[in-house]
């Protein structure tokens, strides 16, 4: 299936540093609830985020990473999550961050 650029570009997609990373034992699937600051223009989200195969809590503060913004939030049992962290499959299935190569300012929009 091929979309159109115009389709592409509906989707809000930001980077954003972790600012605390929390465990989230309710979760079905081990997970982190994150908490993100995407700059003034947008602010500080959360996220739930199964990153617990491959990131340490700590090691994910102050890591920037991209994140889907315009999502209707999903309630994920007691936790509201308003962003969807974006990554890829490792070897097992696990998920690596997307995350610049390079510091840029939180906020900044994928293009």
Do not use: W
């Amino acid at each position: 299936m091929t979309i159109s650029y115009d389709a592409f570009a509906q989707l809000d997609i930001r980077v954003g540093t972790i600012v605390a990373a929390d465990p989230f034992p309710q979760a079905r699937h081990p997970a982190y609830k994150l908490t993100i600051d995407f700059g003034p223009e947008i602010g500080v989200k959360r996220s739930s985020a199964q990153l617990t195969a491959n990131y340490a809590r700590d090691a994910l503060i102050g890591r920037q990473v991209a994140a889907v913004v315009n999502f209707a939030p999903r309630q994920i049992g007691p936790f509201m999550s308003e962003v969807l962290v974006l990554g890829f499959p490792d070897a097992v299935g696990a998920v690596v961050l997307v995350v610049p190569d390079k510091p840029v300012a939180n906020g900044g929009k994928l293009f």
